[in-house]
T-cell receptor
């Protein structure tokens, strides 16, 4: 099946630092999503991207849909302790009346030191 | 409150047993999905259903079965044929072209 490569696998940063992570795909997607997962819980949607080149912000989070449609990145500015968790990218190809299947990256584990 | 409810939170299975994980949603979503998550890995799709009484295999369907008799419910059965069932199982739902939203998961362990 399709593969998504997400990097880095883990990050250890100081509170206040900026964070950047990205996903690359061997295939084209028409939708990119970014989720955050806290331990023992389900992923929560952070940002959804629907158009190549689109840049979208949600508070301190900014994500971009790559022009080639094969990549996306997520930036977190001025990190705080509650940013700790696992961040997943997901690519999809919505068609017809359904959102369609998603392919997930392996996740980036973020640790923030106070 | 509207949402996706997975139960139980923790489940234990004996060798050779089938177990069923529950997923219920009151969001009026048409599509529902089951994923498996192993440590250090992303989510892998087991089964999905876009409409009542219809479902399709995902990437790792072997050893699992589902049913979709009601729009609100999409139970997953982990059969004895699944040789490595220990994992965190996540259910999701969506409507139209909107993103998938997830339940809080069920952790399955083997006794």
């Amino acid at each position: 099946g399709q593969q998504l490569n997400q990097s880095p696998q883990s990050m250890f940063i100081q509170e206040g630092e900026d964070v950047s992570m990205n996903c690359t795909s061997s295939s084209i997607f028409n939708t990119w999503l970014w989720y955050k997962q806290d331990p023992g819980e389900g992923p929560v949607l952070l940002i959804a991207l629907y158009k190549a080149g689109e840049l979208t912000s949600n508070g301190r989070l900014t994500a971009q849909f790559g022009i080639t449609r094969k990549d996306s990145f997520l930036n977190i500015s001025a990190s705080i302790p509650s940013d700790v968790g696992i961040y997943f990218c997901a690519g999809g190809n919505a068609g017809g009346t359904s959102y369609g299947k998603l392919t997930f990256g392996q996740g980036t584990i973020l640790t923030v030191h106070p | 409150d509207g949402g996706i409810t997975q139960s139980p939170k923790y489940l234990f299975r004996k060798e050779g047993q089938n177990v069923t994980l529950s997923c219920e949603q009151n969001l009026n979503h048409d599509a529902m999905y089951w994923y498996r998550q192993d440590p250090g890995q992303g989510l892998r799709l087991i089964y999905y259903s876009q409409i009542v009484n219809d479902f399709q295999k995902g990437d790792i369907a072997e050893g699992y079965s589902v049913s979709r008799e009601k729009k609100e419910s999409f139970p997953l059965t982990v059969t004895s044929a699944q040789k490595n069932p220990t994992a965190f199982y996540l259910c999701a739902s969506s409507r139209g072209r909107q993103p998938q939203h997830f339940g809080d998961g069920t952790r399955l362990s083997i006794l």
